[in-house]
């Protein structure tokens, strides 16, 4: 009888991913994961009663995710913190 290879297999060489599995690589949580396949950009399959992802759907999600910039709202805030700050240190007499 042969044995099954011990050499874990590396995930982008997997046909299908478990969700977990998925999210992890993805740096994303399971629910995303399903937000991105309602959205039409992550492909799911079931392979025996088990809920999957397909390899290849989530390799071109990472290589077309769009590089991040900050948004005017992320500046806000921090212009928001940055005030507070200030304002706690002048009421301490600082």
């Known amino acids: ?6 050499t874990p297999i590396h ?11 998925a999210a992890e690589v993805s740096g994303v949580s399971i629910a995303s ?20 992802i ?3 759907s989530l390799i071109n999600l990472l290589d077309n995710a769009v590089d991040w910039t900050p948004q005017s709202r992320t500046k806000a805030a921090t212009a928001i913190r940055v005030a ?3 304002a706690e240190r002048s009421a301490r007499g600082e």
């Open 1 to 6: 009888m042969s044995e099954l290879p011990t």
């Open 11 to 21: 995930w982008r060489d997997r046909p299908v991913l478990p969700t977990k599995l």
């Open 33 to 52: 994961l399903y937000r991105q396949a309602k959205l039409g950009h992550l492909q799911f399959k079931s392979v025996a009663g088990r809920t999957m």
């Open 54 to 56: 397909d390899t290849a």
């Open 84 to 86: 507070k700050r200030a």
